[in-house]
């Protein structure tokens, strides 16, 4: 015995959605490149700083950080640079603009000396802002 089920016609009707599992594929791979690659974006140059008293001030969107590091090299950023560019580097990190406050950093190490001939030669480019980074200390 034989039975037919007539559905109509044979016509394929147009389906009318999208097919979103492809597109969160793609979303969910990409979160996880993100996750792995966002840790690895954030070094930082290890520098033993002095410690400090003063109240906390603002920090800017940008800051741009000078480090002098225990062997006396410099580091614009995380980007090491050699003594003689510091200019160039300043002028390039800062876009021009010499009314940007460099944030200066260094080992405590490093001599008072070098320091000073650090600052002399931004002051020498026309860096006349300068912050000296230190470490939080209880009152």
């Known amino acids: 015995?034989?039975?037919?089920?007539?559905?109509?016609?044979?016509?394929?009707?147009?389906?009318?959605?999208?097919?979103?599992?492809?597109?969160?594929?793609?979303?969910?791979?990409?979160?996880?490149?993100?996750?792995?690659?966002?840790?690895?974006?954030?070094?930082?140059?290890?520098?033993?700083?002095?410690?400090?008293?003063?109240?906390?001030?603002?920090?800017p969107e940008k800051p741009v950080f000078l480090t002098v590091k225990p062997d006396l090299t410099f580091a614009l950023g995380n980007t090491a640079i050699p003594r003689d560019l510091l200019d160039s580097a300043l002028m390039a990190a800062t876009k021009g603009d010499k009314d940007t406050r460099i944030f200066l950093r260094a080992d405590k190490s490093v001599p008072y000396g070098e320091m000073m001939d650090v600052m002399n030669l931004m002051r020498k480019v026309g860096f006349l802002k300068i912050a000296l980074v230190g470490l939080e200390r209880p009152n």
């Open 1 to 59: 015995m034989a039975v037919r089920l007539d559905h109509g016609e044979d016509t394929l009707d147009e389906l009318h959605e999208i097919n979103v599992t492809p597109f969160i594929d793609v979303i969910l791979v990409l979160l996880i490149i993100f996750m792995v690659a966002a840790p690895l974006a954030t070094v930082d140059i290890a520098v033993n700083l002095p410690a400090s008293t003063a109240e906390r001030q603002p920090r």
